[in-house]
């Protein structure tokens, strides 16, 4: 069993950054496709970006594209994602997760484990 922790959240000014981490334990951690997810308030949870295994291939939700980056240290089981130029549309909370062999990485029912969550709050 793949357990997921999140830490970095918490309140940013707009413009601000954040670093988020997910710390896996339990498994072969260079096994899985890791991905981060959100949800804000009152909408459906959404991918934000994604790494394969090797760190080598990455992909981004265009709202995110070009301001956040996603990185993993396999060798500390952790992965992170680097928030940068936040802004309030980014307020959510944001969940790592663990996809295991499955085809296909863009929606939630092919991740096999989540993290708790990490609030993000970005002010105006």
């Known amino acids: 069993q793949v357990q997921l922790v999140e830490s970095g959240g918490g309140l940013v000014q707009a413009g601000g950054s954040l670093r988020l981490s997910c710390a896996a334990s339990?498994?072969?951690?260079?096994?899985?496709?890791m991905g981060w997810f959100r949800q804000a308030p009152g909408k459906e949870r959404e991918l934000v970006t994604a790494?394969?295994?090797?760190?080598?291939?990455?992909y981004y939700a265009d709202s995110v594209k070009g301001r956040f980056t996603i990185s993993r240290d396999n060798a500390k089981n952790t992965v992170y994602l680097q928030m940068n130029s936040l802004k309030p549309e980014d307020t959510a909370v944001y969940y790592c997760?663990?996809?295991?062999?499955?085809?296909?990485?863009?929606?939630?029912?092919?991740?096999?484990?989540w993290g708790q969550g990490t609030q993000v709050t970005v002010s105006s």
């Open positions: 997760a663990a996809n295991f062999g499955q085809v296909g990485f863009k929606s939630q029912s092919q991740y096999d484990y």
């Open positions: 339990g498994g072969t951690f260079s096994n899985y496709v």
């Open positions: 790494i394969n295994w090797s760190g080598t291939n990455m």
